[in-house]
């Protein structure tokens, strides 16, 4: 059963990051980091489910987690910076009138 959910997480991840890279050429920066970070979710459990290495143990797990939040101050930077841009954009445009 464990081996039936593993291999379905390597395709759920493969599939997010196709549509995430579709996602990005529509809106930008925030889907292409979530692409790439997708990416790596598929090769990671990738490497673990089909060629049976211990992705998740030991110093291979800290790799995961100090990458996931490379990923999550990646896309944080990001949204600050369009809510940033977007709200000074709105405060120029109304400040003026």
Same mark, same amino acid.
């Given at each position: 059963? @464990? $081996?039936?959910?593993?291999? *379905?997480?390597?395709? %759920?991840? /493969? $599939? #997010?990051? +196709?549509?995430?890279?579709? =996602? ?5 920066? !925030?889907?292409?980091?979530?692409? =790439?970070?997708? @990416?790596? #979710? *598929? +090769? ?6 089909? $060629?049976?290495?211990? %992705?998740?143990?030991?110093? !291979? /797990? ?7 939040? +490379?990923? !999550? =101050?990646?896309?944080? $930077? =990001?949204?600050?910076?369009?809510? #940033?841009r977007s709200a000074s954009g709105s ?7």
């Amino acid at each position: 059963m @464990t $081996a039936i959910i593993e291999s *379905t997480y390597v395709f %759920m991840w /493969g $599939a #997010l990051s +196709v549509l995430m890279y579709f =996602v990005g050429k529509k809106h930008g920066a !925030l889907g292409y980091i979530f692409s =790439v970070m997708f @990416t790596f #979710l *598929t +090769v990671w459990y990738g490497l673990r489910s089909f $060629a049976g290495l211990p %992705m998740f143990e030991g110093v !291979l /797990g800290i790799i995961f987690r100090c990458a996931l939040a +490379v990923f !999550l =101050v990646a896309l944080s $930077a =990001v949204c600050i910076a369009k809510k #940033l841009r977007s709200a000074s954009g709105s405060h120029e445009n109304s400040g003026g009138e």
